[in-house]
């Protein structure tokens, strides 16, 4: 066991925003999978909610999820290409009041083992708001998988003990 593991995890409240001008609810794959894995490993979801590619929009509903108490980490998942309606780093990023580079630096890392070069399009990224994790994920349902299973839920305890200390 590293110096780094808990012998004990804590339960964590999630926020879990959709950046989405062409999903419903209905069609969320990303967002249903994201949900599983989190309660899947013992954590909670107190949010889920669709917003459309809108700065205004994402921006309102992240300060909405800064605001409330019971969410402890915020993950948004889409608008973190390249392309013109990719606004969500760029919106979250002037929220932040820490980056943590380390975590789209690896994320890429993996993405590269599969999806070759193209990984380097993802803007994804992660820091502290009003003393909270935010991550910005990409929006396909792999992403969310192997940010949450590889690198956010073995890591989001310490990450927390870490803002708190």
């Known amino acids: 066991m590293s110096e780094h593991s808990t012998s004990k995890k804590t339960p ?3 926020g879990l925003i959709i950046t989405s001008d062409t999903r419903t609810e209905r069609e969320d794959e990303t967002g249903r999978i994201a949900v599983g894995l989190i309660e899947g490993d013992g954590h909670r979801v107190a949010s889920h909610t669709l917003v459309p590619n809108n700065g ?15 969410v402890a980490v915020i993950i948004t998942s889409g608008g973190t290409g390249i392309g013109a309606k990719d606004r969500t780093v760029a919106v979250v990023a002037s929220l932040l009041e820490k980056e943590m580079p380390g975590f789209g630096e690896l994320f890429r890392r993996i ?5 070759g070069g193209a990984a380097i ?15 910005c994920l990409p929006g396909s349902r792999n992403a969310m998988k192997v940010a949450l299973t590889k690198i956010i839920l073995p890591n989001v305890g310490h990450m927390q003990w870490e803002l708190s200390r």
């Open 56 to 70: 205004e929009r994402i921006r309102a509903e992240v300060e909405r999820l800064l605001g409330d108490d019971s």
């Open 111 to 115: 993405s590269y083992d599969e999806v």
């Open 121 to 135: 399009m993802s803007r994804a990224t992660a820091g502290v708001a009003g003393g909270k994790l935010v991550f």
């Open 12 to 14: 964590t409240t999630f």
